[in-house]
């Protein structure tokens, strides 16, 4: 499957931004999805999950409360809805998918995910 995930841009602190990503190539609903970042000089880290149906969502500590999840199996597209921004939650976004149930216990798990889309990058100024 190919994922182009979009939506990224420069914010001030507590502002909002949505990003997306589009799936093309499979069976979209087939895929439980996730977005990932990476801030320059840090290693990867996850950053929410949801299930192939939408039933099921994760957050990482960092973000809960303040991101949310969905997706829209119709239109092929995740989305992240990210509040209250923080400068902290400056990276290079990116979305995921896997074709493997989701678990809680392993949903942040990078190495699990087969299909990456190429980032999209979010700066939140203070």
């Known amino acids: 499957v190919q994922l182009q995930a979009y939506g990224g841009g420069l914010v001030q602190t507590g502002g909002s931004l949505r990003l997306s990503c589009a799936a093309s190539?499979?069976?979209?609903?087939?895929?439980?999805m996730s977005w990932f970042r990476q801030a320059p000089g840090k290693e990867r880290e996850s950053v929410a999950a949801?299930?192939?149906?939408?039933?099921?969502?994760y957050y990482a500590d960092s973000v809960k409360g303040r991101f949310t999840i969905a997706r829209d199996n119709a239109k092929n597209t995740v989305y992240l809805q990210m509040n209250s921004l923080k400068p902290e939650d400056t990276a290079v976004h990116y979305c995921?998918?896997?074709?493997?149930?989701?678990?809680?216990?392993?949903?942040?798990?990078?190495?699990?995910?087969?299909?990456w889309g190429q980032g999209t990058q979010v700066t939140v100024s203070s």
């Open positions: 995921a998918a896997k074709s493997s149930l989701l678990y809680e216990s392993s949903w942040s798990s990078g190495g699990l995910y087969i299909y």
């Open positions: 190539g499979r069976t979209f609903s087939n895929y439980a």
């Open positions: 949801i299930s192939r149906s939408g039933r099921s969502t």
